[in-house]
């Protein structure tokens, strides 16, 4: 599935990113656009001069602005400011890319949900000042939510592909027409049909765990969009939204936990070349010589 890599880096932090440890704050700070300039004047400087002492100088400078600059922790917090602002950048390009390529009534589905959520920022945000801090909790569990039912929206249209293409009947079909004839083959043929029964078996297995993969997705969007439509229904009179705000906290978890369910499943993928060519390694085939050879997937 291609969606193995949809949820990897989509996630909503609190905060910046743990790659963001390994950020080369010598490198920010020479990237920053005024010190382009401060070196590109006295670049200019040295050739309206044409003395080589404006370069000269201009090397000192920037070596101690380099030993400097990148220290401060000040400059080191924006930084990290800035890098978790294009994170954030990168997961709303890549949500809605998402979004533009789920299937019409999938699509119809996220523009509803975003307008129950819509109808509950609004029941809320006349609330008085003292609650706002509450109120903007919720907005970002909203936000969150809508992300992570973007995802599992994106797995469901993946998945359903998937089980458009697949045939799982012709493959127990298959499975059971090399069954019965396998003892009339040659013992060569024999061998090859053994490893062909496994795989075909590993593929049976493979389906059905991403029609009950499937199904879980399809509950947890269920769940969402009814949890949301209880919140808006309940936001209309309801004066708390701190309890609002823990029981969106709970649907968080829920979803994540649906999203990590996926993320396994998705998983067997990505290892489906390496469990087939275990399985074929050792089946023996005939070179043109009559000798006996070892056949590869990819070989």
Do not use: H
């Not at 380099?66 to 954030?88: I, M, Y």
């Not at 075909?200 to 009814?226: F, G, P």
């Amino acid at each position: 599935m291609a969606s193995g890599s949809s949820f990897s880096g989509l996630r909503n932090s609190p905060g910046p990113d743990r790659s963001q440890d390994d950020i080369s704050y010598v490198k920010e700070a020479f990237k920053v656009q005024y010190n382009w300039i401060a070196l590109a004047g006295m670049g200019a400087l040295a050739l309206i001069s044409g003395s080589a002492l404006p370069l000269i100088l201009a090397a000192g400078l920037e070596l101690m602005y380099l030993a400097v600059v990148p220290r401060n922790w000040r400059f080191q917090r924006l930084v990290r400011s800035w890098k978790f602002a294009e994170q954030q950048q990168a997961r709303e390009q890549q949500l809605s890319q998402m979004l533009r390529a789920l299937p019409v009534d999938m699509q119809t589905r996220y523009i509803n949900l975003a307008q129950v959520c819509g109808s509950i920022r609004n029941n809320f945000s006349q609330l008085s000042s003292t609650s706002q801090i509450f109120v903007q909790q919720m907005d970002q569990r909203l936000q969150g939510l809508l992300n992570g039912y973007t995802r599992l929206l994106n797995a469901a249209a993946e998945q359903r592909q998937y089980l458009k293409t697949a045939d799982c009947e012709a493959i127990k079909t298959e499975i059971a027409a090399l069954g019965k004839r396998i003892n009339q083959d040659p013992p060569k043929v024999q061998e090859i049909d053994k490893k062909r029964i496994e795989i075909l078996n590993k593929r049976v297995e493979k389906y059905q765990k991403i029609v009950e993969n499937r199904q879980v997705v399809d509950a947890q969007c269920s769940a969402v969009e009814d949890v949301l439509q209880l919140v808006r229904d309940q936001s209309i009179t309801m004066r708390d939204p701190q309890q609002v705000s823990d029981q969106l906290a709970n649907l968080v978890r829920d979803v994540e936990q649906t999203e990590q369910t996926v993320q396994q499943v998705e998983s067997i993928f990505n290892s489906l070349t390496p469990d087939m060519e275990g399985i074929l390694e050792d089946v023996p085939s005939s070179s043109p010589g009559g000798s006996t050879q070892r056949t590869r997937i990819g070989s």
